[in-house]
């Protein structure tokens, strides 16, 4: 477990300092905001879909690091995936950080997998979901998304 704790921490300050797809790119036909209020994380995601394939995805925000390292992963994971590969992982990615994670769906989360020790800290788990109800507003084109 302290290993996975330290990869964790390494992981997500490096995230931290050099987030993925940090940026708003020039063409997008999807976008929404989210806020945790609970930290005062805030964060746009912007997604370019085509055909039912994210092709894009990428975001704009401050938050703290958790929120922050979870969104860089997030966009990382999501490229080139389909909505239905996406919506899996959403729910998979959820059900870890709040404590049901399954055996089965362990391997698709991949490297999203050193979020799983968020759990014991619930006040975190909201940063680290927030990218993801952003992510799944806006594929359901809504604008607005909030961990409450
Ligand atoms: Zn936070």
Known sequence: MSELN???QQVILDHNKKP???R??????????GHNPLCGDQLTVYLQLDNGVISDVAFEGSGCAISKAAASMMTQALKGKTTDETNRLFTEFHQMVTGDENEETADDLGNLRIFSGVREFPVRVKCATLPWHTLK????????????
């Open 6 to 8: 330290e990869l964790y």
């Open 24 to 33: 708003k790119p020039e063409v997008f036909n999807r976008s929404a905001q």
């Open 20 to 22: 993925r797809n940090f």
């Open 137 to 148: 507003a806006a594929l359901d084109n809504q604008t607005t998304a909030s961990t409450e």
